[in-house]
């Protein structure tokens, strides 16, 4: 089938390229550290009673001595293996650190990103059923409100309203520190859920406003056409005329909005993970900027990138298939 | 060109301008404008954390310290690191984009492959890292770097406008009376890009505010004893349970600048060209 093989063939230009942005990331990445002042031996092992030649000695032993193309060849070489080095505030490989917080991560933002995208939606439709009334006014006013907010700051008024205020849910962290262990199956999944709600929602509400700005404006563009018109013509209820006729045709640019809001996500998710201690990606990468643990803030960043690029992909892919007009592209 | 003013969006423009200048004016004045000093500690003790009241409408915080005159000096570094930043985002993505653009072929493609690598990296995770390794940048520093890390959407867009705009008649005409290379780009081709830089600027001025704080409150941004928004914000962070006032007055200013911002970008962008794609737009903000 010539469609299928044309799909095959975007996904892999498509991958090709990912690769490609992934090794630009890691040069970018691998260019800051080296432009950095110092290396880990004289910031990280400044102590005085370690002479200049046993510090040559461990350059010797780390490579740091080497032409700086050679250790730029080796550091790709590591990186495509999955080898980001040793972190040195876990005192364990810097794969296994991120391997714990990915998990976290994406659960965070899957949980995020299926609530903003279905509120954000369903929020648009309502706004463009009746276009510049009070509902629709309010309605905008409201995602106006929080697409313009600080993710960090949304998440601790979060926190002071429903953890202070009204102590509904937990502070900070994702399971309960001391209680969890002792708890049967079903009530270790709840707590796990209870710990989820304030992050997730408070994520949820950042992209969710987002996408019912946009996914409003595209439901209106879609409107004043002639189909629309000539399904009302035929006599097809106005709810229907909505949900099956103008979304489905309005939803395209929103798949290519999921494309684009991966990266706005996962930056979110950086402060909510911080505020509400969420052991996830951000939370991760933020405790190795305070304790100077370079391996483990760059392979983040470089995990987190390709991460977002991946995921763009799948966005493009998906936009494919939605989309036969995009094939042959 | 010409300008699309609907009324509605003259209104909307003209209550983001009014708030935008309101707030400017406060912080160019703000010695006038401050009941106290900001970094005055009056009485550590007897003064510390008292909730918002007449004599103090914001509170103070735990040094003892107005809030409401915290925040007014600090919408000064606020402000101006957002404007500088953007101002260098701005040059740096269009003439990025506009270079990209004219020159096409190979040059292009490389261009272009960087910015799109530089948009996968999540531009606060690259800016914690770039802070991270430079441990605690002088302000000016900081500023660049926010510019520095904020041009690749735009300079997408630039391309891609200059890309259709150098196949028109009134270039090919420029080329045939024999002007330069550089001439057509920066005479004839860029001033009809002004309209994507102008919203581009407006939209990314909230955007560095928001970004700014959010560094601040990470404690990598505007260091201390300077204030911005967000280090007033994170000053408060630990206390929200006892001591809200601190961390929820300066957000307040932040959401409020930021929707003026976006506002008046929004309204220039449907009076300048109303055909605008509002995805395109979302590039913009990452």
Redesign the interface.
């Known amino acids: 089938m010539a469609s299928a093989s044309s799909i095959a063939g975007t996904i892999a230009s498509r991958l090709a390229?990912a690769v490609?942005?992934?090794a630009?990331?890691t040069t970018?990445?691998f260019v800051?550290?080296h432009?950095?002042?110092g290396d880990p031996f004289t910031s990280a092992m400044d102590n005085p009673n370690v002479t200049e030649a046993v510090r040559a000695r461990w350059r010797a032993m780390y490579g740091l001595d080497q032409p700086l193309w050679i250790q730029y060849v080796r550091y790709l070489a590591n990186v495509a293996r999955g080898n980001f080095g040793w972190s040195f505030s876990m005192h364990r490989p810097v794969l296994n650190v991120l391997k714990d917080a990915l998990p976290n991560t994406l659960l965070l933002t899957g949980t995020a990103l299926v609530l903003g995208f279905a509120g954000g939606i369903g929020i648009a439709v309502i706004q463009a059923t009746r276009p510049g009334s009070v509902v629709d006014r309010a309605l905008g006013a409201g995602s106006?409100?929080f697409?313009?907010?600080?993710?960090?700051?949304l998440a601790?008024?979060m926190?002071?309203i429903f953890a202070?205020w009204f102590p509904l849910f937990p502070v900070a962290g994702s399971v309960d520190p001391v209680m969890h262990e002792f708890m049967s199956p079903m009530g270790g999944l709840l707590d796990r859920l209870r710990h989820l709600v304030l992050p997730a929602v408070t994520l949820a509400l950042l992209s969710g406003a987002?996408v019912a700005?946009?996914q409003r404006?595209?439901l209106l563009r879609v409107l004043p056409d002639d189909y629309v018109r000539t399904a009302r013509a035929k006599g097809v209820g106005e709810s229907r005329v909505m949900l099956v006729h103008v979304l489905r045709n309005a939803l395209l640019?929103i798949v290519?909005?999921l494309g684009?809001?991966l990266?706005?996500l996962?930056?979110g998710a950086?402060?909510v993970e911080?505020?509400f201690a969420w052991p996830g990606m951000g939370w991760t990468?933020?405790n190795a900027?305070g304790t100077?643990d370079?391996p483990l803030?760059?392979a983040?960043?470089i995990v987190?990138?390709a991460t977002?690029?991946l995921g763009?992909l799948a966005a493009d892919l998906l936009y494919a298939v939605v989309d036969p007009r995009i094939r042959g592209h | 060109m010409r300008a699309h003013w609907t009324h509605q969006v003259m209104r909307r423009a003209t209550i983001a301008c009014v708030v935008l200048l309101a707030i400017v004016v406060v912080a160019v004045l703000a010695p006038v404008f401050s009941p106290y000093d900001p970094i005055a500690q009056p009485d550590i003790i007897g003064l510390k954390n008292l909730a918002p009241s007449l004599s103090h409408p914001f509170g103070t915080d735990s040094y003892s310290r107005d809030v409401l005159s915290r925040c007014i000096y600090g919408a000064r570094i606020s402000l101006s690191v957002a404007a500088l930043a953007t101002t260098i985002a701005i040059t740096l993505g269009t003439l990025y984009g506009a270079i990209a653009g004219y020159v096409g072929g190979i040059t292009d493609t490389i261009m272009m492959r960087i910015v799109d690598a530089a948009l996968a990296i999540p531009r606060v995770l690259l800016l914690i890292a770039i802070l991270a390794l430079w441990n605690g940048l002088p302000l000016w520093l900081l500023v660049v770097v926010l510019g520095g890390t904020g041009w690749f959407g735009l300079s997408r867009m630039v391309r891609a406008q200059v890309l259709s705009l150098r196949e028109l008649d009134f270039v090919t005409a420029a080329r045939a009376v024999g002007a330069s290379g550089p001439r057509i780009l920066l005479r004839h081709i860029l001033p009809n890009v002004v309209p994507t830089i102008i919203v581009a600027a407006t939209l990314g001025i909230g955007h560095v505010i928001i970004l700014e704080a959010g560094l601040s409150y990470l404690g990598l941004g505007v260091q201390p004893p300077a204030a911005s928004w967000g280090s007033i914000i994170q000053d408060g962070a630990d206390q929200l349970g006892s001591a809200w006032w601190i961390s929820l007055f300066p957000g307040l200013l932040i959401v409020t600048t930021a929707i003026a911002c976006n506002s008046l970008g929004d309204a220039l962008r449907s009076a300048l060209d109303p055909r605008e794609s509002s995805v395109a737009m979302a590039e913009l903000d990452s």
């Open positions: 390229q490609v942005v992934v630009i990331v970018i990445v800051l550290i432009l950095a002042p106006m409100f697409y313009a907010m600080p993710d960090f700051w601790l008024m926190m002071m202070y987002a700005r946009y404006a595209e640019p290519s909005l684009l809001s990266p706005v996962f930056t950086v402060f911080r505020v990468i933020l900027v100077r370079y803030v760059t983040g960043v987190a990138a977002v690029t763009s």
